[in-house]
């Protein structure tokens, strides 16, 4: 007899197996949608803070913008265009500090200039400007932060609480970056910048401004020397045939580009008493900046004791103008006229103003400002005998309508004849360039012309070219140019191209130097 087996229904059935994948699944779900979450806030506070994270404030002078930006070094940044930038090392983090000064607010450097009490607490002012600026900030950068996270989070998501999850792990997220920032922060570091572009020489420039004080210092108490020699040249100079062979020439002294040397003023002055100068011709850029506070340096102007005509140069303001108007014996012109010993002067500003670059907005070019002045002559019942304006480039136009055209700007003495036979001279720099001129190995010379008129046709017959050497030089000279042969009874030769050649008893007739000792260089000035 058998005993049955067990049939399938005694047996128990296997046990399922477990769903392995979808249990998986599950458990990655949390960690991923927070990883998610993560991201998606911290995108969304970048995004924030690139677009909005930044702020327009004045500090000291300069109208300036600040703003953090994405970094991973953290640090400050100080950006100077077009001259570079210099960074700080001075914290860690994930933000950057960035100022830019985008512009010089020309009223608050005037107001710093004028009033000793600011100019004593300007660091103290600008400290306080920043410190304001980057308060704000912060708070700024937070809002735009969070904002960004939050909005950020509900376009990806697109959950109702992912937003607030958002702002809670944006919120930590700039505490940290804070914490870190004050955790980390070294002061000292303030003291050690990196440069970049131009300013990469800015120690050097440092160095090379405070050999200039000092050189300069030096440099002037040499001129004093040398501009006293004036008068042992003088005396040389009026051994030499009168332009006019009568005595009786009109005068005028023609300077350009002082820029505010003291060493100019002085040469001026002693050019004036020494020659017996009927009248001074500047044509511009007295002073640098055209700041009020250099305005108030215009005393010996007054003091000269003879007329004074001005124009404005590129780096005159319109209140340079009214300064120089306010000494009792100047003239400024613009498009205007005047006269001078019987002589009569015409003169237009350079149209631009180059310390304030949104200025030009709207201006005349250079030529157009030549043509404004052609126009103003021809209103004239009589035509001028002189016309005078900064940049050489303003002459063209006055070609053929004027004899003789003065200039300036280049610091560059050229005397030329234009097409249509009028002379333009363009004269040097009466100050040397300023403290600029200083910059290079040699110093700029300083520079003026004496020029001799006739009376009566307002004709240019001769002209003197007085000029100081810099510093470590004791040469002062002086060069008598005749325009056209004094009477001698003899007609010049010419060479073979018809061109006037000197004879022994001649003068020249295209302003070349006479044979004449009128180069007298002065002896060492100890």
Same mark, same amino acid.
């Given at each position: ?39 998606? #806030? &911290?995108?969304?506070? /970048?995004?924030?803070? @690139? %677009? ?10 300069? $109208? ?124 000292? #570091? &303030?003291?050690?910048? /990196?440069?970049?572009? @131009? %300013? ?10 405070? $050999? ?33 062979g009568t005595g009786d020439s009109v005068t005028l002294l023609h300077v350009a580009d002082i820029h505010l040397a003291p060493s100019g003023a002085d040469l001026v002055e002693q050019v004036v008493t020494q020659f017996g100068v009927d009248g001074v011709l500047d044509t511009g850029d007295i002073v640098d900046w055209g700041s009020s506070a ?35 014996n100047a003239v400024v012109l613009d498009d205007s006229s005047t006269t001078v010993a019987g002589i009569e002067v015409v003169g237009a500003p350079d149209p631009r103003f180059t310390p304030d670059k949104d200025a030009d907005e709207g201006t005349q070019t250079l030529e157009e400002s030549g043509e404004e002045l052609v126009d103003y002559i ?106 056209d042969p004094l009477p001698t009874g003899d007609e010049p030769s010419t060479d073979p191209d018809g061109i006037p050649t000197q004879g022994p008893d001649q003068q020249p007739t295209d302003g070349t130097p006479t044979d004449a000792p009128s180069v007298a260089p002065a002896g060492p000035t100890g």
């Amino acid at each position: 007899m058998t005993t049955p087996g067990p049939t399938s229904d005694d047996v128990d059935p296997a046990p399922d197996p477990a769903p392995a994948p979808a249990a998986r699944r599950s458990r990655l779900r949390t960690p991923v949608r927070w990883l998610q979450r993560i991201v998606v #806030a &911290l995108i969304g506070a /970048t995004l924030g803070v @690139l %677009l909005f994270a930044r702020v327009e404030a004045p500090i000291g002078p300069f $109208d300036a913008t600040v703003a953090f930006t994405p970094s991973t070094g953290g640090g400050a940044e100080l950006e100077i265009p077009p001259l570079g930038a210099l960074a700080v090392d001075a914290y860690d983090g994930p933000l950057r500090l960035d100022v830019q000064l985008r512009r010089v607010d020309q009223l608050r450097a005037q107001a710093l200039a004028t009033d000793p009490s600011q100019l004593d607490g300007v660091v103290d002012s600008v400290s306080a400007d920043l410190q304001s600026a980057v308060v704000q900030l912060v708070w700024t950068t937070a809002a735009a932060g969070i904002g960004g996270a939050a909005l950020f989070s509900l376009i990806a998501l697109r959950r109702k609480r992912e937003p607030l999850i958002a702002v809670g792990m944006s919120t930590v997220l700039l505490v940290g970056t804070a914490g870190l920032g004050a955790a980390t922060w070294r002061p000292e #570091a &303030l003291s050690q910048p /990196t440069y970049t572009g @131009l %300013l990469v020489n800015a120690n050097s420039l440092i160095g090379s401004a405070q $050999d200039i004080v000092a050189r300069y210092d030096a440099y002037r108490a040499s001129l004093e020397d040398l501009v006293a020699n004036v008068s042992t040249l003088y005396s040389a100079v009026s051994t030499l045939p009168d332009p006019s062979g009568t005595g009786d020439s009109v005068t005028l002294l023609h300077v350009a580009d002082i820029h505010l040397a003291p060493s100019g003023a002085d040469l001026v002055e002693q050019v004036v008493t020494q020659f017996g100068v009927d009248g001074v011709l500047d044509t511009g850029d007295i002073v640098d900046w055209g700041s009020s506070a250099e305005s108030q340096t215009f005393g010996w102007i007054g003091d000269l004791g003879v007329p004074y005509v001005f124009i404005r140069g590129n780096h005159d303001s319109a209140a340079t103008a009214l300064a120089v108007q306010a000494q009792p014996n100047a003239v400024v012109l613009d498009d205007s006229s005047t006269t001078v010993a019987g002589i009569e002067v015409v003169g237009a500003p350079d149209p631009r103003f180059t310390p304030d670059k949104d200025a030009d907005e709207g201006t005349q070019t250079l030529e157009e400002s030549g043509e404004e002045l052609v126009d103003y002559i021809d209103t004239l019942d009589d035509r001028p005998a002189v016309a005078m304006v900064h940049d050489p480039k303003q002459a063209p136009p006055l070609d053929g309508v004027v004899d003789l055209v003065l200039a300036g700007h280049t610091h560059q003495r050229d005397v030329s004849v234009l097409e249509d036979g009028t002379r333009l001279m363009v004269e040097g720099s009466t100050g040397g360039a300023g403290l600029r001129g200083l910059q290079g190995e040699e110093p700029t010379p300083l520079s003026c012309s004496v020029l001799y008129l006739d009376p009566a046709t307002g004709e240019l017959t001769a002209w003197d070219e007085i000029t100081l050497g810099g510093l470590g030089q004791s040469e002062v000279t002086i060069e008598r140019f005749y325009v056209d042969p004094l009477p001698t009874g003899d007609e010049p030769s010419t060479d073979p191209d018809g061109i006037p050649t000197q004879g022994p008893d001649q003068q020249p007739t295209d302003g070349t130097p006479t044979d004449a000792p009128s180069v007298a260089p002065a002896g060492p000035t100890g």
